[in-house]
């Protein structure tokens, strides 16, 4: 599965990488990071639909993770699931308006993360299973 990891922050996305790793469960696939870290990246590769999970940067700059995740939500058809990370507990009510599906904070734990990746992948394939 492709995962996608957004931040201008190349620290943040090697961290990211690490915690996925290839495989974050037993029982999904192997992963491909697609690292990006600009907003154009980010529109280009989700409107290519070939992404199956994105994590975004909440702190991202100039364009943060929840602008990105509204955007993507509203205008990408079959969005795929979304891990926001944000690093103040009071921008869960913000991420609740972007619409990400999972929310992580930081710093990044990497179980928690994890977790987290793992199952979105496990929505993302339960979903496309039906849809056929």
């Known amino acids: 599965m492709r995962v996608l990891v957004y931040s201008d922050d190349a620290a943040t996305r090697e961290k990211v990488r690490q915690a996925v790793g290839r495989r974050p469960a037993a029982d999904v ?6 690292e990006c870290a600009t907003h154009a990246k980010v529109v280009q590769h989700l409107d290519s ?3 199956d999970v994105a994590v975004l940067d909440a702190e991202a700059q100039p ?3 929840m602008g990105v995740a509204r955007q993507a939500k509203d ?4 969005c ?3 891990c926001l990370l944000i690093a103040r507990r009071d921008d869960r009510w913000l991420a609740e308006w972007s619409r990400a599906d999972a929310v992580v904070p930081q710093p990044i734990d990497p179980v928690t993360l994890a977790d987290a ?5 496990r929505s993302r394939l339960s979903g496309r299973l039906t849809a056929h």
């Open 29 to 34: 696939p192997l992963v491909e990071i697609v």
């Open 80 to 82: 795929p699931p979304i």
């Open 117 to 121: 990746v793992a199952g979105l992948m």
């Open 49 to 51: 639909g070939e992404i």
């Open 63 to 65: 364009a943060g993770g």
């Open 75 to 78: 205008e990408v058809h079959d």
